[in-house]
């Protein structure tokens, strides 16, 4: 029976691909692109810049860019955590705290999201304003089963489409994939074609894991290797004020065909600063929606 009900929420998540792949979010169109861009200099945020600091190729084509204050923009936080077996006692109590600790730190306006996976994935819940009700569901919980990562991380991905705001995903796990029904390719495609930008907290077996790193990197987001669930806490702050400290820059694209895989390439015009910034985005192509 489990088998069977994780079927059934793998063949609607690829359903929700198919849409996906005719309908990319993260898209060239009438209100342009917009790209989350991370500036650092050492460890401290790079604040204070403009659009005129700023230089963005599409396809190696220059693009003018405009910013926009990241304030004026509602977060969606979608928490995807690991709830295999393994996560059992002292672990699932740090992450129930360190989950917290990211939910303490979310605006009034801002909205979170509850996915779990272990054999199966499961949808637990959705986008709210109701912020307590992500972790009485977490408490919840008895963990057990193997570790659908990939899975989990696609359902993620669909709770951000088609939503309002900038959307940000965490994904938590201490073991590699033993269950998922997707392939790295294909999630990564997805990242792709999302405008979330994925972190994820890599414990155990999960550290040093490749598809981990490529999923999050597809996003321009981070993968981040911890040694106990200790220091979850810590780096869901950490995750929050990375987000937070973010650019959104913004163009409409000039010059470039429609259609296809765009890479891009930001830099900043000051020197000893470093940029992280997704890698790309697919355009939609002409004549679609």
């Not at 009438?30 to 945020?45: E, F, I, Q, R």
């Not at 029904?181 to 414990?203: G, I």
């Not at 959104?248 to 429609?258: D, K, N, S, Y």
């Amino acid at each position: 029976m489990v088998r069977r009900s994780a079927l059934v929420v793998v063949l609607a998540l690829i359903a929700s691909a198919a849409i996906a792949a005719r309908q990319p979010r993260f898209s060239s169109g009438t209100l342009g692109v917009h790209v989350d861009v991370l500036v650092m200099k050492g460890n401290t945020y790079v604040g204070g810049l403009t659009a005129a600091d700023f230089e963005l190729r599409d396809n190696g084509v220059l693009q003018k860019v405009d910013v926009i204050d990241p304030a004026d923009v509602p977060i969606n936080a979608v928490l995807a955590f690991d709830m295999s077996g393994s996560t059992v006692g002292r672990k699932l109590a740090d992450l129930i705290s360190a989950s917290r600790t990211l939910l303490d730190g979310l605006k009034p306006a801002d909205r979170a999201a509850l996915t779990t996976f272990n054999h199966a994935v499961t949808p637990r819940v959705p986008l709210t304003g109701d912020l307590g009700k992500i972790a009485s569901t977490l408490r919840e919980i008895d963990p057990e089963g193997n570790t659908a990562v990939l899975d989990g991380i696609y359902a993620a991905l669909m709770t951000t489409q088609a939503e309002p705001g900038r959307s940000l995903v965490v994904v938590c796990s201490d073991g590699r994939d033993t269950a998922s029904w997707l392939d790295p390719d294909e999630v990564v495609e997805s990242a792709k074609r999302s405008n979330a930008v994925v972190y994820a907290v890599a414990a155990g077996r999960a550290r040093r894991w490749e598809a981990l790193k490529d999923v999050t990197d597809a996003t321009g987001g981070h993968t981040i290797e911890i040694e106990s669930s200790r220091d979850l806490a810590a780096q869901f702050r950490k995750i929050l004020d990375d987000f937070r400290s973010r650019y959104i820059l913004t163009f409409v694209p000039t010059g470039v065909a429609e259609s296809g895989f765009h890479r891009l390439e930001v830099r900043v015009k000051r020197s000893g600063v470093s940029v992280k910034s997704r890698p790309g985005y697919i355009g939609k192509g002409p004549g679609k929606p």
